[in-house]
Protein backbone atom coordinates (compact mmCIF):
# COMPACT_ATOMS: atom_id res chain seq x y z
CA UNK A 1 0.00 0.00 0.00
CA UNK A 2 3.15 2.54 1.09
CA UNK A 3 4.07 1.93 -2.46
CA UNK A 4 0.68 2.51 -4.42
CA UNK A 5 0.27 5.90 -2.23
CA UNK A 6 4.00 7.38 -3.27
CA UNK A 7 3.23 6.00 -6.79
CA UNK A 8 -0.02 8.11 -7.13
CA UNK A 9 1.81 10.89 -5.18
CA UNK A 10 4.11 11.21 -8.40
CA UNK A 11 1.88 9.98 -11.26
CA UNK A 12 0.95 13.40 -12.52
CA UNK A 13 5.17 14.05 -12.93
CA UNK A 14 6.79 10.76 -13.37
CA UNK A 15 6.33 8.23 -15.90
CA UNK A 16 7.43 4.49 -15.05
CA UNK A 17 9.50 2.41 -17.26
CA UNK A 18 7.93 -0.04 -18.76
CA UNK A 19 9.33 -4.06 -19.50
CA UNK A 20 7.53 -4.42 -22.75
CA UNK A 21 10.62 -3.77 -24.63
CA UNK A 22 13.30 -5.77 -22.53
CA UNK A 23 15.98 -7.45 -24.22
CA UNK A 24 16.98 -10.97 -22.06
CA UNK A 25 20.45 -11.76 -21.72
CA UNK A 26 21.64 -15.10 -19.72
CA UNK A 27 25.27 -15.52 -19.42
CA UNK A 28 26.92 -19.16 -18.60
CA UNK A 29 30.19 -20.64 -18.87
CA UNK A 30 30.50 -24.69 -20.11
CA UNK A 31 32.57 -27.26 -18.87
CA UNK A 32 35.89 -26.05 -20.81
CA UNK A 33 35.15 -22.71 -19.71
CA UNK A 34 33.70 -20.89 -22.74
CA UNK A 35 31.33 -18.25 -22.26
CA UNK A 36 28.00 -18.03 -23.75
CA UNK A 37 25.76 -15.60 -24.04
CA UNK A 38 21.68 -16.56 -24.67
CA UNK A 39 19.69 -13.87 -25.53
CA UNK A 40 16.13 -15.85 -23.30
CA UNK A 41 15.18 -15.78 -20.16
CA UNK A 42 16.89 -19.28 -19.42
CA UNK A 43 18.30 -18.83 -15.92
CA UNK A 44 18.74 -22.02 -15.77
CA UNK A 45 22.50 -22.10 -14.45
CA UNK A 46 23.46 -18.64 -16.04
CA UNK A 47 26.07 -17.32 -13.68
CA UNK A 48 24.60 -13.47 -14.89
CA UNK A 49 21.44 -12.52 -15.81
CA UNK A 50 20.59 -8.86 -17.64
CA UNK A 51 17.46 -7.30 -18.63
CA UNK A 52 18.18 -3.76 -20.97
CA UNK A 53 14.95 -2.15 -22.22
CA UNK A 54 15.63 0.33 -25.27
CA UNK A 55 13.38 2.91 -23.72
CA UNK A 56 15.44 6.13 -24.35
CA UNK A 57 13.26 7.65 -26.95
CA UNK A 58 10.13 7.08 -24.82
CA UNK A 59 11.62 8.42 -21.28
CA UNK A 60 15.29 9.53 -21.95
CA UNK A 61 16.75 6.80 -20.30
CA UNK A 62 17.61 3.38 -21.23
CA UNK A 63 17.55 0.64 -18.09
CA UNK A 64 19.56 -2.06 -17.12
CA UNK A 65 19.45 -4.58 -14.86
CA UNK A 66 22.17 -7.39 -14.03
CA UNK A 67 22.01 -9.73 -11.01
CA UNK A 68 24.26 -12.60 -10.92
CA UNK A 69 24.32 -15.98 -8.69
CA UNK A 70 26.01 -16.44 -5.45
CA UNK A 71 26.28 -20.14 -6.79
CA UNK A 72 29.09 -19.44 -8.71
CA UNK A 73 32.65 -17.49 -7.39
CA UNK A 74 33.65 -14.27 -7.40
CA UNK A 75 35.28 -14.26 -10.16
CA UNK A 76 32.67 -15.66 -12.52
CA UNK A 77 29.96 -13.17 -11.27
CA UNK A 78 31.99 -10.37 -11.73
CA UNK A 79 33.13 -11.21 -15.19
CA UNK A 80 29.55 -12.07 -16.50
CA UNK A 81 27.70 -9.34 -15.36
CA UNK A 82 29.87 -7.44 -17.36
CA UNK A 83 29.71 -10.12 -20.25
CA UNK A 84 25.79 -9.84 -20.17
CA UNK A 85 25.59 -5.84 -19.82
CA UNK A 86 28.23 -6.00 -22.83
CA UNK A 87 26.16 -8.31 -24.59
CA UNK A 88 22.61 -6.40 -23.96
CA UNK A 89 24.00 -3.15 -24.84
CA UNK A 90 26.93 -3.25 -27.55
CA UNK A 91 25.20 -0.95 -30.36
CA UNK A 92 24.96 1.87 -27.56
CA UNK A 93 28.05 1.47 -26.81
CA UNK A 94 29.70 2.03 -29.62
CA UNK A 95 27.08 5.21 -30.29
CA UNK A 96 28.69 6.57 -26.70
CA UNK A 97 32.24 6.37 -27.82
CA UNK A 98 31.41 7.66 -31.06
CA UNK A 99 29.83 10.85 -29.30
CA UNK A 100 32.82 11.29 -27.09
CA UNK A 101 35.18 11.26 -29.68
CA UNK A 102 38.27 10.81 -27.60
CA UNK A 103 42.03 10.40 -29.11
CA UNK A 104 45.21 8.56 -27.67
CA UNK A 105 48.41 10.75 -27.25
CA UNK A 106 51.28 8.71 -26.28
CA UNK A 107 51.48 9.89 -22.56
CA UNK A 108 48.09 8.51 -21.86
CA UNK A 109 48.53 5.30 -23.11
CA UNK A 110 51.56 4.65 -21.24
CA UNK A 111 49.92 5.63 -18.11
CA UNK A 112 46.79 3.07 -19.12
CA UNK A 113 49.01 0.43 -19.15
CA UNK A 114 51.37 1.34 -16.52
CA UNK A 115 48.00 1.68 -14.39
CA UNK A 116 46.66 -1.65 -15.26
CA UNK A 117 49.84 -3.26 -14.48
CA UNK A 118 50.42 -1.52 -11.03
CA UNK A 119 46.72 -2.64 -10.14
CA UNK A 120 47.14 -6.45 -11.15
CA UNK A 121 50.79 -6.28 -9.28
CA UNK A 122 49.05 -5.12 -5.98
CA UNK A 123 45.99 -7.79 -6.28
CA UNK A 124 49.02 -10.71 -6.60
CA UNK A 125 50.94 -9.18 -3.92
CA UNK A 126 47.86 -9.16 -1.41
CA UNK A 127 45.89 -12.43 -1.37
CA UNK A 128 43.20 -12.70 0.86
CA UNK A 129 42.77 -9.06 0.80
CA UNK A 130 39.15 -8.05 0.23
CA UNK A 131 39.93 -4.16 -0.35
CA UNK A 132 42.46 -5.76 -3.67
CA UNK A 133 39.90 -8.46 -4.19
CA UNK A 134 37.17 -5.99 -4.97
CA UNK A 135 39.40 -3.78 -6.99
CA UNK A 136 40.03 -7.31 -9.05
CA UNK A 137 36.48 -8.11 -9.20
CA UNK A 138 36.02 -4.30 -11.01
CA UNK A 139 38.51 -5.04 -13.39
CA UNK A 140 37.02 -8.79 -14.12
CA UNK A 141 33.98 -6.67 -14.95
CA UNK A 142 35.10 -3.81 -16.86
CA UNK A 143 36.64 -6.45 -19.28
CA UNK A 144 33.74 -8.33 -19.13
CA UNK A 145 31.57 -5.30 -20.25
CA UNK A 146 34.44 -5.19 -23.33
CA UNK A 147 33.98 -8.71 -24.16
CA UNK A 148 30.39 -9.49 -24.35
CA UNK A 149 29.79 -6.16 -26.45
CA UNK A 150 32.36 -7.75 -28.90
CA UNK A 151 30.68 -10.95 -28.99
CA UNK A 152 28.01 -8.99 -30.85
CA UNK A 153 29.97 -7.08 -33.19
CA UNK A 154 28.95 -8.40 -36.59
CA UNK A 155 32.77 -8.45 -37.62
CA UNK A 156 36.51 -7.39 -36.62
CA UNK A 157 36.45 -4.27 -37.83
CA UNK A 158 33.38 -3.40 -35.62
CA UNK A 159 34.59 -4.33 -32.52
CA UNK A 160 35.34 -2.11 -29.42
CA UNK A 161 38.99 -1.67 -28.70
CA UNK A 162 40.18 -1.69 -25.18
CA UNK A 163 41.28 2.01 -24.66
CA UNK A 164 38.18 3.36 -26.25
CA UNK A 165 36.15 1.36 -23.41
CA UNK A 166 38.85 2.42 -20.84
CA UNK A 167 38.07 6.43 -21.89
CA UNK A 168 34.38 5.70 -20.80
CA UNK A 169 34.85 4.18 -17.67
CA UNK A 170 37.44 7.08 -17.14
CA UNK A 171 35.49 10.01 -18.60
CA UNK A 172 35.54 11.78 -15.42
CA UNK A 173 39.68 10.92 -14.79
CA UNK A 174 40.38 12.63 -17.37
CA UNK A 175 39.32 15.88 -16.85
CA UNK A 176 42.68 16.09 -14.61
CA UNK A 177 44.54 13.24 -16.48
CA UNK A 178 44.71 14.92 -19.99
CA UNK A 179 46.76 18.50 -18.35
CA UNK A 180 48.45 16.45 -15.93
CA UNK A 181 49.76 14.13 -18.25
CA UNK A 182 50.01 16.87 -21.37
CA UNK A 183 51.25 20.25 -20.03
CA UNK A 184 49.64 21.64 -23.36
CA UNK A 185 46.14 21.07 -22.17
CA UNK A 186 46.31 23.51 -19.40
CA UNK A 187 44.56 26.25 -19.99
CA UNK A 188 45.86 29.78 -20.03
CA UNK A 189 42.86 30.97 -17.76
CA UNK A 190 44.63 33.94 -16.55
CA UNK A 191 44.84 35.64 -19.77
CA UNK A 192 41.65 35.72 -20.75
CA UNK A 193 39.27 37.50 -20.78
CA UNK A 194 35.65 38.12 -18.89
CA UNK A 195 33.80 36.26 -22.02
CA UNK A 196 36.21 33.58 -22.15
CA UNK A 197 36.78 32.57 -19.06
CA UNK A 198 32.76 32.49 -18.71
CA UNK A 199 32.62 30.24 -21.24
CA UNK A 200 35.75 28.03 -20.32
CA UNK A 201 35.00 27.45 -17.02
CA UNK A 202 31.50 26.83 -17.93
CA UNK A 203 32.86 23.58 -19.42
CA UNK A 204 34.67 22.78 -16.56
CA UNK A 205 32.18 23.23 -14.06
CA UNK A 206 30.52 19.67 -13.45
CA UNK A 207 26.84 19.16 -11.33
CA UNK A 208 24.78 20.60 -8.42
CA UNK A 209 23.42 19.71 -5.43
CA UNK A 210 21.69 19.41 -2.33
CA UNK A 211 20.35 17.38 1.07
CA UNK A 212 17.39 19.47 2.37
CA UNK A 213 16.15 18.80 5.51
CA UNK A 214 12.27 18.98 5.91
CA UNK A 215 11.17 21.54 8.06
CA UNK A 216 9.23 18.99 10.77
CA UNK A 217 11.95 16.54 10.55
CA UNK A 218 9.78 14.36 8.66
CA UNK A 219 12.24 13.96 5.70
CA UNK A 220 15.48 14.72 3.97
CA UNK A 221 15.75 15.13 0.16
CA UNK A 222 19.03 14.20 -1.72
CA UNK A 223 19.74 16.01 -5.12
CA UNK A 224 21.47 16.08 -7.92
CA UNK A 225 22.26 17.52 -11.53
CA UNK A 226 24.81 16.27 -13.66
CA UNK A 227 26.66 18.95 -15.86
CA UNK A 228 28.24 17.79 -18.82
CA UNK A 229 28.96 18.24 -22.56
CA UNK A 230 25.59 17.46 -24.33
CA UNK A 231 27.85 14.70 -25.98
CA UNK A 232 26.92 12.25 -23.15
CA UNK A 233 22.92 12.70 -23.28
CA UNK A 234 23.09 9.00 -24.41
CA UNK A 235 21.84 7.60 -20.58
CA UNK A 236 21.56 4.62 -19.13
CA UNK A 237 19.68 3.90 -15.57
CA UNK A 238 21.67 0.59 -14.14
CA UNK A 239 20.88 -1.59 -11.01
CA UNK A 240 23.52 -3.88 -10.37
CA UNK A 241 23.25 -6.92 -7.51
CA UNK A 242 26.51 -8.43 -7.82
CA UNK A 243 26.21 -11.17 -5.02
CA UNK A 244 30.04 -11.20 -4.01
CA UNK A 245 30.76 -13.61 -1.21
CA UNK A 246 32.13 -11.07 1.69
CA UNK A 247 31.19 -7.67 0.22
CA UNK A 248 28.31 -6.33 2.88
CA UNK A 249 26.80 -4.46 -0.48
CA UNK A 250 25.26 -6.23 -3.32
CA UNK A 251 23.03 -3.85 -4.78
CA UNK A 252 23.53 -0.68 -6.06
CA UNK A 253 21.51 1.68 -8.59
CA UNK A 254 22.81 4.51 -10.30
CA UNK A 255 22.62 7.11 -13.13
CA UNK A 256 24.90 6.28 -15.57
CA UNK A 257 26.04 5.56 -19.76
CA UNK A 258 27.07 2.63 -22.13
CA UNK A 259 29.67 0.51 -21.14
CA UNK A 260 30.65 2.26 -17.99
CA UNK A 261 30.29 0.36 -14.46
CA UNK A 262 30.11 3.60 -12.62
CA UNK A 263 27.92 6.63 -12.62
CA UNK A 264 30.33 9.38 -13.66
CA UNK A 265 27.22 11.47 -12.99
CA UNK A 266 27.84 10.64 -9.98
CA UNK A 267 24.31 9.43 -8.20
CA UNK A 268 24.36 5.65 -6.18
CA UNK A 269 21.76 4.76 -4.07
CA UNK A 270 22.94 1.09 -2.34
CA UNK A 271 21.25 -1.68 -0.20
CA UNK A 272 24.18 -0.68 2.52
CA UNK A 273 21.66 2.14 3.35
CA UNK A 274 23.87 5.20 1.84
CA UNK A 275 22.72 7.44 -1.07
CA UNK A 276 26.25 9.46 -2.35
CA UNK A 277 26.90 12.12 -4.98
CA UNK A 278 29.54 14.60 -5.92
CA UNK A 279 30.42 17.88 -7.94
CA UNK A 280 33.32 18.36 -9.53
CA UNK A 281 36.25 21.01 -7.56
CA UNK A 282 38.40 22.72 -10.45
CA UNK A 283 42.43 22.53 -10.45
CA UNK A 284 43.51 26.21 -11.24
CA UNK A 285 47.06 25.66 -9.56
CA UNK A 286 48.25 23.21 -12.27
CA UNK A 287 51.92 22.85 -10.70
CA UNK A 288 49.81 20.08 -7.82
CA UNK A 289 49.44 18.13 -10.74
CA UNK A 290 53.04 17.42 -10.52
CA UNK A 291 54.81 14.13 -8.85
CA UNK A 292 50.51 13.53 -7.45
CA UNK A 293 49.31 12.08 -9.95
CA UNK A 294 50.88 9.11 -11.02
CA UNK A 295 49.48 5.53 -12.27
CA UNK A 296 51.02 3.61 -9.31
CA UNK A 297 46.87 4.78 -8.14
CA UNK A 298 43.97 3.76 -8.37
CA UNK A 299 41.80 5.88 -10.61
CA UNK A 300 38.48 7.08 -9.52
CA UNK A 301 36.17 4.75 -11.08
CA UNK A 302 38.00 1.96 -9.27
CA UNK A 303 37.88 3.33 -6.12
CA UNK A 304 33.50 4.32 -6.12
CA UNK A 305 32.86 0.86 -7.37
CA UNK A 306 35.33 -0.26 -4.29
CA UNK A 307 33.85 2.05 -2.13
CA UNK A 308 29.99 1.21 -2.90
CA UNK A 309 30.63 -2.36 -2.24
CA UNK A 310 32.31 -2.69 1.09
CA UNK A 311 30.66 0.24 2.72
CA UNK A 312 27.98 0.48 5.09
CA UNK A 313 28.52 3.84 7.05
CA UNK A 314 29.03 7.56 5.18
CA UNK A 315 32.31 7.63 7.35
CA UNK A 316 33.56 4.35 6.11
CA UNK A 317 32.85 5.42 2.67
CA UNK A 318 34.83 8.87 2.45
CA UNK A 319 37.52 6.91 4.83
CA UNK A 320 37.63 4.40 2.10
CA UNK A 321 37.16 6.34 -0.91
CA UNK A 322 40.29 8.05 0.30
CA UNK A 323 42.84 5.26 0.07
CA UNK A 324 45.52 5.68 -3.47
CA UNK A 325 44.20 8.78 -4.43
CA UNK A 326 45.07 9.17 -8.14
CA UNK A 327 44.49 12.94 -8.01
CA UNK A 328 41.71 12.67 -10.72
CA UNK A 329 38.29 13.41 -10.96
CA UNK A 330 38.81 15.88 -7.80
CA UNK A 331 35.40 16.16 -6.37
CA UNK A 332 33.17 16.90 -3.43
CA UNK A 333 31.76 13.87 -2.11
CA UNK A 334 28.51 13.89 -0.30
CA UNK A 335 27.28 10.41 1.51
CA UNK A 336 24.42 10.51 3.18
CA UNK A 337 23.77 7.47 5.54
CA UNK A 338 19.80 6.59 5.65
CA UNK A 339 20.17 4.24 8.30
CA UNK A 340 20.90 6.93 10.32
CA UNK A 341 17.94 9.11 10.12
CA UNK A 342 14.58 8.89 12.07
CA UNK A 343 11.63 11.49 11.42
CA UNK A 344 11.25 13.61 13.84
CA UNK A 345 14.01 13.18 15.83
CA UNK A 346 17.21 14.63 16.41
CA UNK A 347 19.56 13.91 13.74
CA UNK A 348 22.67 12.10 15.01
CA UNK A 349 26.36 12.43 14.14
CA UNK A 350 27.45 10.54 11.04
CA UNK A 351 24.74 11.25 9.04
CA UNK A 352 26.69 13.36 6.46
CA UNK A 353 29.99 12.90 6.02
CA UNK A 354 31.83 14.99 2.99
CA UNK A 355 35.25 14.80 1.67
CA UNK A 356 37.12 16.90 -0.91
CA UNK A 357 39.64 15.48 -3.10
CA UNK A 358 43.06 17.01 -5.07
CA UNK A 359 46.33 15.97 -6.16
CA UNK A 360 48.28 14.79 -2.68
CA UNK A 361 45.55 15.83 -0.74
CA UNK A 362 42.50 14.35 0.82
CA UNK A 363 40.14 15.62 3.60
CA UNK A 364 37.11 14.24 5.60
CA UNK A 365 34.52 15.93 7.39
CA UNK A 366 31.47 15.02 9.18
CA UNK A 367 28.91 17.61 8.05
CA UNK A 368 25.42 16.87 9.81
CA UNK A 369 25.39 19.25 12.20
CA UNK A 370 25.41 22.00 9.58
CA UNK A 371 22.35 19.70 7.93
CA UNK A 372 20.71 20.12 11.30
CA UNK A 373 19.98 24.07 9.88
CA UNK A 374 18.54 22.84 7.18
CA UNK A 375 20.78 22.33 4.26
CA UNK A 376 23.83 21.30 2.64
CA UNK A 377 24.80 22.69 -0.76
CA UNK A 378 27.54 21.46 -3.03
CA UNK A 379 28.67 23.76 -6.20
CA UNK A 380 32.17 22.79 -7.42
CA UNK A 381 33.60 25.29 -4.64
CA UNK A 382 35.93 23.51 -1.95
CA UNK A 383 34.78 23.88 1.68
CA UNK A 384 37.88 23.07 3.46
CA UNK A 385 39.97 26.37 3.17
CA UNK A 386 43.16 24.35 2.97
CA UNK A 387 41.75 22.79 -0.07
CA UNK A 388 40.59 26.02 -1.66
CA UNK A 389 43.84 27.43 -1.75
CA UNK A 390 45.71 24.86 -3.26
CA UNK A 391 43.73 23.95 -5.22
CA UNK A 392 44.28 27.90 -6.44
CA UNK A 393 40.75 29.31 -5.81
CA UNK A 394 41.89 32.18 -4.31
CA UNK A 395 44.05 33.57 -7.18
CA UNK A 396 41.29 32.52 -10.03
CA UNK A 397 38.52 34.71 -7.80
CA UNK A 398 41.29 37.58 -7.74
CA UNK A 399 41.92 37.33 -11.07
CA UNK A 400 38.90 36.77 -12.81
CA UNK A 401 35.69 37.52 -9.92
CA UNK A 402 33.71 35.33 -7.35
CA UNK A 403 30.86 33.95 -9.56
CA UNK A 404 31.51 30.43 -9.91
CA UNK A 405 34.27 30.47 -7.64
CA UNK A 406 33.44 32.20 -4.14
CA UNK A 407 31.60 29.63 -1.59
CA UNK A 408 29.96 31.87 -0.05
CA UNK A 409 29.36 34.55 -2.87
CA UNK A 410 29.12 32.92 -6.23
CA UNK A 411 25.76 32.61 -7.99
CA UNK A 412 24.58 29.04 -6.79
CA UNK A 413 25.67 29.90 -3.01
CA UNK A 414 23.53 32.83 -3.44
CA UNK A 415 20.38 30.80 -5.25
CA UNK A 416 20.47 27.95 -2.92
CA UNK A 417 20.11 30.02 0.36
CA UNK A 418 17.20 32.12 -0.62
CA UNK A 419 15.51 29.34 -2.13
CA UNK A 420 16.28 26.17 -0.54
CA UNK A 421 13.25 27.49 2.32
CA UNK A 422 10.73 27.17 -0.25
CA UNK A 423 11.47 22.75 -0.47
CA UNK A 424 8.95 21.20 1.41
CA UNK A 425 7.80 18.17 -0.28
CA UNK A 426 9.24 16.40 -3.46
CA UNK A 427 7.73 18.63 -6.37
CA UNK A 428 9.26 21.75 -4.80
CA UNK A 429 12.36 19.55 -4.52
CA UNK A 430 12.43 19.14 -8.72
CA UNK A 431 12.02 22.71 -9.40
CA UNK A 432 14.82 23.35 -7.05
CA UNK A 433 16.96 20.68 -8.98
CA UNK A 434 16.58 22.24 -12.53
CA UNK A 435 15.83 25.92 -11.51
CA UNK A 436 16.63 28.21 -14.15
CA UNK A 437 15.23 31.62 -14.79
CA UNK A 438 18.35 33.88 -16.24
CA UNK A 439 16.68 36.40 -17.57
CA UNK A 440 14.33 37.39 -14.83
CA UNK A 441 16.58 36.77 -11.73
CA UNK A 442 18.96 38.89 -10.59
CA UNK A 443 21.51 36.68 -9.31
CA UNK A 444 21.87 35.36 -12.58
CA UNK A 445 22.65 38.05 -13.90
CA UNK A 446 20.97 37.20 -17.41
CA UNK A 447 23.58 34.30 -18.06
CA UNK A 448 22.35 30.64 -18.31
CA UNK A 449 25.17 28.84 -16.60
CA UNK A 450 24.12 31.10 -13.62
CA UNK A 451 21.53 28.65 -12.40
CA UNK A 452 21.42 25.72 -10.83
CA UNK A 453 21.14 23.91 -13.98
CA UNK A 454 22.74 25.81 -16.83
CA UNK A 455 21.90 25.99 -19.96
CA UNK A 456 25.62 26.84 -22.17
CA UNK A 457 23.18 26.43 -25.15
CA UNK A 458 21.53 29.83 -24.88
CA UNK A 459 24.73 31.70 -23.78
CA UNK A 460 24.71 35.01 -25.85
CA UNK A 461 27.70 36.01 -27.78
CA UNK A 462 28.24 38.32 -25.46
CA UNK A 463 29.34 35.38 -22.35
CA UNK A 464 31.04 33.30 -25.07
CA UNK A 465 28.27 32.22 -27.37
CA UNK A 466 26.25 29.40 -26.75
CA UNK A 467 27.63 25.85 -26.13
CA UNK A 468 27.35 21.95 -26.04
CA UNK A 469 26.96 21.68 -22.70
CA UNK A 470 24.41 22.24 -19.73
CA UNK A 471 22.61 20.16 -17.41
CA UNK A 472 22.34 17.13 -18.51
CA UNK A 473 19.86 15.52 -15.42
CA UNK A 474 18.29 15.72 -12.51
CA UNK A 475 17.98 12.79 -9.75
CA UNK A 476 16.33 12.74 -6.63
CA UNK A 477 15.79 10.52 -3.82
CA UNK A 478 14.44 10.93 -0.59
CA UNK A 479 14.74 8.74 2.99
CA UNK A 480 11.03 8.05 2.52
CA UNK A 481 11.90 6.61 -1.15
CA UNK A 482 14.67 4.64 -0.34
CA UNK A 483 12.08 3.08 2.40
CA UNK A 484 9.71 2.68 -0.13
CA UNK A 485 12.09 0.52 -2.06
CA UNK A 486 15.12 2.46 -2.76
CA UNK A 487 13.38 4.89 -5.41
CA UNK A 488 14.56 7.43 -7.35
CA UNK A 489 13.26 10.09 -9.28
CA UNK A 490 15.10 10.65 -12.43
CA UNK A 491 15.10 13.26 -15.36
CA UNK A 492 16.78 13.11 -18.85
CA UNK A 493 18.18 16.46 -20.40
CA UNK A 494 18.83 20.08 -19.82
CA UNK A 495 16.12 21.59 -17.86
CA UNK A 496 12.43 22.21 -19.55
CA UNK A 497 12.24 25.45 -17.38
CA UNK A 498 14.06 27.77 -19.94
CA UNK A 499 11.97 25.43 -23.07
CA UNK A 500 12.64 21.77 -24.02
CA UNK A 501 15.86 21.41 -25.11
CA UNK A 502 16.29 19.88 -29.25
CA UNK A 503 19.06 18.80 -30.84
CA UNK A 504 18.23 20.61 -34.37
CA UNK A 505 18.10 24.34 -32.37
CA UNK A 506 21.69 24.02 -31.58
CA UNK A 507 23.52 26.06 -33.87
CA UNK A 508 26.56 24.51 -35.79
CA UNK A 509 29.57 24.27 -33.29
CA UNK A 510 33.31 23.01 -33.17
CA UNK A 511 33.82 20.42 -31.68
CA UNK A 512 30.92 18.88 -33.25
CA UNK A 513 27.83 17.90 -30.54
CA UNK A 514 27.48 14.30 -31.12
CA UNK A 515 24.30 12.94 -30.24
CA UNK A 516 24.02 9.13 -31.99
CA UNK A 517 22.10 6.82 -30.58
CA UNK A 518 20.33 9.71 -28.10
CA UNK A 519 16.95 11.21 -28.64
CA UNK A 520 16.99 14.37 -30.71
CA UNK A 521 15.17 16.73 -28.53
CA UNK A 522 14.07 15.79 -24.64
CA UNK A 523 9.77 16.41 -24.05
CA UNK A 524 10.52 14.02 -21.31
CA UNK A 525 8.44 13.25 -17.69
CA UNK A 526 10.62 12.56 -14.37
CA UNK A 527 10.98 8.79 -14.53
CA UNK A 528 10.64 6.49 -11.15
CA UNK A 529 13.28 4.30 -10.97
CA UNK A 530 13.60 1.15 -8.65
CA UNK A 531 15.86 -1.50 -8.56
CA UNK A 532 12.71 -4.12 -7.91
CA UNK A 533 10.17 -2.78 -10.42
CA UNK A 534 13.04 -2.21 -13.28
CA UNK A 535 13.97 -6.01 -12.85
Avoid at 100 to 111: D, E
Avoid at 219 to 238: C, E, P, Q
Avoid at 314 to 343: C, H
Avoid at 479 to 504: H, I, K, N
Wanted: charged letters at 15%; glycine letters at 6%.
Amino acid sequence: MRRAVAFLLLLTSAAIVTASSHRLVSVTQDAAGAWRVLFDDSREGAIAVATYAPTINQTGWNVLNVTTSSLFSDEQQAYAAGFAEGAASYQDIVSAIANAAMLPFPALITYMRQNFEYMMAMVAQNPGDEYWHQVNLTMLQFHGILDGANSQAPDEASQIALFNLWVQAAMGDLIDLVPALNITYRSDWKGMNPAEFNSWLATRTHCSALVKLALDLSDVYFGHATWSSYNFMLRVYKHYRLNFKNAPVKQVSFSSYPGTPVSIDDFYVTDGGLAITETTLNVFNYSIYDGNVLPQSLLYWVRVSVANRMSTTARGWVELFGDYNSGTYNNQWIVLDMKRFVPSKPIPSGTLWISEQMPGMYVTRDVTGILEYGYWPSYNVPTNRTVFAYAGYPEAIATQGPQMLDYELCVRAQIFRRDQANVSDMPAMQYMMQYNNYLNDPISQGNPVYAIASRGDLAPASQGGPQCFGAIDAKLTSWTMYQTGREVLAFSGPTPQEGVFAFSNMPPLTPVCGHQGAPGSFDFLWNLMSPFRDF
